[in-house]
Nanobody, 116 residues
Framework: QVQLVESGGGLVQPGGSLRLSCAAS????????MGWYRQAPGNERELVAR????????YVADSVKGRFAISRDNAKNTVYLQMNSLKPEDTAVYYC?????????WGQGTQVTVSS
């Protein structure tokens, strides 16, 4: 059973930065893609950014383009989401996702709150 553990969330002022980490219990090379989703209260979960197993970013949401970047460290079995120039509307629970064809795995989520 694959486990994904997110960390790095917290409270940050508008304009600030955070880096989220998603550590997998096994090799992330076995996943077709890994991504970050977010869900704000009352909203559906939405894809924020996704990276392929070879390290190419194949999706970034328009709302975060130019501010967020996804990356991976295969040696550490970890995927990151660097979030800069944060806005109050970025406030949400951020979830890590790993896709393995017919199987999809989720982390427990980490809260990001952008507020002054």
């Amino acid at each position: 059973q694959v486990q994904l553990v997110e960390s790095g969330g917290g409270l940050v002022q508008p304009g600030g930065s955070l880096r989220l980490s998603c550590a997998a219990s096994g090799s992330i090379l076995s996943f077709n893609t890994m991504g970050w989703y977010r869900q704000a209260p009352g909203n559906e979960r939405e894809l924020v950014a996704r990276i392929t197993w070879v390290g190419n970013t194949d999706y970034v949401a328009d709302s975060v383009k130019g501010r967020f970047a996804i990356s991976r460290d295969n040696a550490k079995n970890t995927v990151y989401l660097q979030m800069n120039s944060l806005k109050p509307e970025d406030t949400a629970v951020y979830y890590c996702n790993a896709d393995k064809g017919s199987l999809t795995y989720w982390g427990q989520g980490t809260q990001v709150t952008v507020s002054s």
